[in-house]
């Protein structure tokens, strides 16, 4: 009950952390949306100020062009001075937009000037598009070639400012409209069916590329977008980064200090446990003679029992922290599986029989030896037969088999007939430190290493470990060697040919075969 209230405490905590965080973000949207003078972030309105001052000056010979074209041609109508006087007003209008862009693109970023630059571009366009107003609402003769090179113009004007100018819409509008409302009531005046119709293309244009200016805004603003989240999920990176790299340190540090206490303490505590040790088995002999107190010779083994599990107990924590910190060597030699669990069984034999179990040994015959670590083999065997023994009532049985596998590896498996362990507390048991509901109601508790550390000693030979158990049924345990460390016996090498004798320099007989040179014989075995 507990846990489940602490659960319902905790969450409402984190929603309420992340309603906040939801609800301060809004909040800085909308201060964003009323700073900014185009509804988007501050800092969109000073990038796409930048990309306009950028796309202005890179265009800056296009515009020439076009004017000097425009003033070219207009001269045909205007008249020579009339359209070089034209020509000159927009070269220093276009002369003064190229200025104030690069002057804004010297200075630095701020809010406030954004928006001052912002009125400054519009107006510059505002006046550049007046300029070319001019030039189409005085045409010296009114007929069809005239509409259309001012038709013409027009769309060169409009296409030229909805390019240059989709960072700011509002540019393009004040740039476009003047020239597109001239030519829209010059072909109105006239009055005929051909000039409604080219009125009618002329707002149709304007109202193409004033929405295809607005699309141009939009994925330009959405590409800003896009690369702030990128920023942004960089820098979250690059934090996440920094945080698990000063875990990973402190995970570093602490597990020295933990290898560090773990050697002081190992030393600390076996120096008094052989004396414990030693003492005790004297008092248990009685080798200086009887106890007055019967009951000290008991004390004596209890004592001598304890030192000896204790000690144990210290030895399971050191292999097993010296595996976890990979420092595990493998003093690998060869070995026989089938020996080693034999003497396992042995050694362990009495005490199944006192607890009333029956210990069955099927052991495959004539199985050539291992190469891996004697000790760790024999530990891995006693592991597995105190944990059967452990955990099987009075009258049960244990199967140890040790025989091929399919693969042609060797395997070691230690069966009983135990309370088994339920499926879902199989990861727990084979976890340090970790035991099932069973070993926790059983008299004989052991401290949950047994098994991860016979793991981890199968798995650094390269084997695998399995563990099956069924409730009420019994429990199995298989350690699996590969081939490669199964040791074959090679064939006997024949004796080597006689050496060809030399032959004389005038001798003209083909030389004897001769059998190739075989080297150095090899060992009797090969792993």
Known sequence: MKASTDQHEVAPTSDGGARRRSAAQQVREARDRLTSSTGTRPAFDHELLRQFAQTRLSASLVIVILVGAAGVLSSFWLGAVTAGAWSSAVMVIHAITVTKCREFLAGPANPVNDRAWWRRFITLDLIFGLAWMFVLMHPVRHDDDTGIFMLFIMLLVVALSSMLSACVPMAMIAATMPVTTALTLNFAMRATIHDYVLAALTVTAQCYFTLLTYRLHTTQLATLEARAEKDILI?????AKAISDEARRRAETANIAKSHFLAQMSHELRTPLNAILGFSEVMKAEIFGAHSVSSYKDYANDIHNSGVHLLGLINEILDLSRIEAGRYELNEESVALVGIAGECCHLLEMR????GLTLHKVFESDMPKLWADERAIRQICLNFLSNAIKFTPQGGEIWVKVGWTASGGQYLSVKDTGSGIPEDEIPIVLASFGQGSNAIKSAEQGAGLGLPIAKSLVDLHGGT???KSKLRIGTEVIATFPPIRV???????????????PQSPGSTAAPKSAPASRGPKPPLFRV
Do not use: D, H, K
């Not at 820098?235 to 934090?239: H, I, Y």
């Not at 006997?492 to 050496?499: D, G, M, Q, R, T």
């Open 235 to 239: 820098g979250e990176l690059e934090t």
């Open 352 to 355: 199944a029989r006192n607890r």
């Open 465 to 467: 470990f399995v563990l």
């Open 487 to 501: 040791m074959e016996a090679l064939a006997p090498l024949s004796e080597a040919a006689p050496p060809i004798q």
